[in-house]
């Protein structure tokens, strides 16, 4: 082995290098060869979720079934309380149904996935997945925590390769399904 191949070099933009054995420790060849490269963050815009597009024929069906659901929740119990509440509830569902998404900031660095003005460190999450619907791709951030709900990101699906590769620095990958519940909301239209 040479000597000279332990010494520091320097960089210089014209494609030379330097010696700098005086001003640090040296390090080997092998050293640098086995630190990762480390790829600089990824930011895009996306909507916040997918916009379902609801006819009258939708919002129709919604109060139909609340005030079927109330009428029917009055009549075994006799309460008002519990037949307000399902109305409550019925306009609180279409008035979220009626609230359009909107542009958000999207970006993975190695400080975790920040949405819009939150950031979610990687410690908070055991894998990511991603899902497609339709013209809309996403990745689920899967949480460690029980009670803690998955995480979406929405993307252009030309970017998915990127968003894998950068994610895939921080989570491992695994292959997921819809649940039962996302393709309940998903057929509802929600």
Excluded: C
């Excluded at 609801?54 to 009055?74: E, K, V």
């Excluded at 809309?136 to 995480?151: A, D, E, H, Q, Y």
Aim: glycine share 8%; hydrophobic share 40%; net charge positive.
């Amino acid at each position: 082995m040479n000597p000279d191949d332990n010494a520091q070099w320097q960089y210089k933009p014209d494609g030379s290098s330097q010696s700098d054995a005086g001003n640090s420790l040296p390090t080997s060849s092998n050293q640098a060869a086995q630190a990762p490269a480390v790829q600089p963050g990824l930011s895009w815009t996306a909507l916040e979720y997918i916009d379902h597009t609801r006819g009258t024929g939708w919002y129709m069906l919604l109060l139909i079934i609340t005030a079927g659901l109330a009428t029917a929740i009055y009549f075994l119990t006799k309460d008002f309380f519990a037949t307000g509440t399902v109305v409550v509830l019925g306009f609180i569902v279409g008035s979220f149904a009626a609230r359009r998404p909107r542009q958000v900031a999207y970006e993975i660095s190695s400080s975790g996935l920040k949405i819009g003005a939150k950031q979610y460190a990687y410690q908070l999450f055991k894998s990511f997945s991603v899902m497609r619907e339709g013209p809309i791709t996403s990745v689920n951030l899967l949480p460690g925590k029980r009670f803690m709900p998955p995480v979406s990101a929405y993307f252009d699906p030309k970017d998915e390769q990127q968003v894998i590769n950068t994610l895939g620095q921080y989570l491992p990958y695994e292959e997921r399904k819809l649940e039962l519940i996302d393709r309940l909301s998903r057929r509802l239209r929600f």
